[in-house]
């Protein structure tokens, strides 16, 4: 398959500024792969798809505030600095993206915060965009994470055009977000409500969590035609014990194994034994997963909706039937379903 083949018009306003007013209210389309029907329902009515000791794969990474605002020494310039991943703990080294990015070189200072405690000199150029920055500030490790978080934003989209809100340091974080180090939120889990997560536990349904922290490289434009010439940045990964126990056991049981997001796809993918089944894994993965391709661990996926030519939308064209999606995706814009990360979903089984 070639990037043209995921390509397709979707109008402006059903990109999603706000998310659904609960958690759980956003609307659900149900794609079934074997009798190729969509269905139209609420997010919360997605229990019903679900028995007793099927199985929900969750990731439980945790957005941290990474888009900071700094000025340059000399010129003030107000810069943009979006935290990638923290290089070096003790050196306080970090990759970011620089905004704007032709005004920053190799040994300019940042200045953050009204009192300017915290500064960042530029050590290295990355990428066009991509800088190495070295923190500076008096104070331990703790100390200075709290900092960032003080000076940090929800890093909210670029495609929401409006300022992040007080309400979005909440509703950009899945409920059982655990473990800070995402840049991104898994937003499909942005969904699930506790009184909804509660009702599939009494109905037997567990859960399985992975840590996937998403990088902006999920986002990251695919530019080449030929998808197999494509390169993921990696993203870190880890799969503990319990999560592959019960994972396992569904698998043998032929029960429905639901990876809540790609991210949770491509985590469960990331780590398959040379007999089908889920491995432990703790390191780094740059899976791309595009058409055609055999899914060994999901049976079934909870995802959004997706942006013309993205990654995500590969892997689910791969999921659910190229043919498939398109279809539903332009049953979706007809029906006027909200696209992104604060947008509806979609329950593929």
Known sequence: ???????????????????????????????????????????????????????????NTKVFPA???????????????????????????????????????????????DDDTLVAEVIDNTTSRGRTLRFLYDGSYREFRLKLNELGETPLPKYIKRDVEPEDEARYQTIFAKNEGAVAAPTAGLHFSKHLLKRLEIKGVNFAEVTLHVGLGTFNPVEVEDLSKHKMDSEELTIGPDAVATVNKAINEKRRVCAVGTTAVRATESAVSSSGMLNEFDGWTNKFIFPPYEFSIPNCMITNFHTPKSTLLMMVSAFAGHDFIKRAYDEAIKEGYKFYSYGDAMLII
């Open 1 to 59: 398959m070639k990037l043209s083949h995921f390509g397709f018009e979707l109008p402006e306003d059903l990109l999603a500024e706000y998310p659904a007013e609960n958690r759980d209210e956003s609307r659900l389309m149900v794609l079934n792969r074997k009798e190729q029907t969509i269905e139209h329902k609420m997010f919360k009515d997605v229990i019903d798809y679900f028995d007793e000791d099927d199985v929900l794969v969750l990731n």
């Open 67 to 113: 888009r900071l605002y700094g000025n340059k020494e000399k010129t003030g310039a107000r810069i943009e600095v979006f935290l990638l991943r923290e290089l070096n703990e003790e050196q306080r080294l970090w990759d970011v993206l620089v905004d704007p990015a032709r005004k920053i070189r190799i040994g300019n200072k940042l200045y953050f915060g």
